[in-house]
């Protein structure tokens, strides 16, 4: 058996185990999966979190389940318009954004329609 000089990809300590180990222990392996998915996880989680306020903010807003707001009251509290997850377009062509169950669509150049979907989960 040849010598057993594998190191860790993580803290380069000494490796051994099964000949295709490659971190010494779980806590340097999920150290250094945490690092090298570091850069995505960031984006993941500020995309999400974008995501979860335009919800908390529709819902707040949409409280009867059905309304009508200006766009100017909606940009003012904070709603991000080109963050969706996932679009409904109609037989006549109107589309609807959603953030999960919340969603919205455009009547004219200044108004908004809120709606919550009830059938989201089928």
């Known amino acids: 058996m040849p010598s057993d000089k594998r190191k860790c990809l993580e803290c380069q300590g000494k490796v051994s185990g099964r000949i295709d180990k490659k971190f010494c222990s779980d806590q340097c392996r999920t150290s250094w999966n945490n690092k090298r998915n570091s850069d995505q996880s960031n984006l993941m989680r500020n995309i999400n979190n ?4 335009n919800r908390r ?30 679009e409904f377009v109609t037989s ?31």
Request: charged share 30%; hydrophobic share 30%.
């Open 50 to 53: 974008i995501l979860r306020r």
């Open 57 to 86: 903010i529709l819902a707040a807003l949409n409280t009867k389940g059905k309304t009508k707001i200006s766009k100017q009251r909606l940009i003012e509290s904070g709603l991000r318009l080109n963050y969706f997850t996932n």
């Open 92 to 122: 006549s062509g109107k589309v609807y954004r959603y953030c999960y169950e919340q969603g919205y669509t455009q009547l004219d150049e200044n108004t908004f329609f809120l709606i919550i979907r009830e059938d989201y989960v089928d």
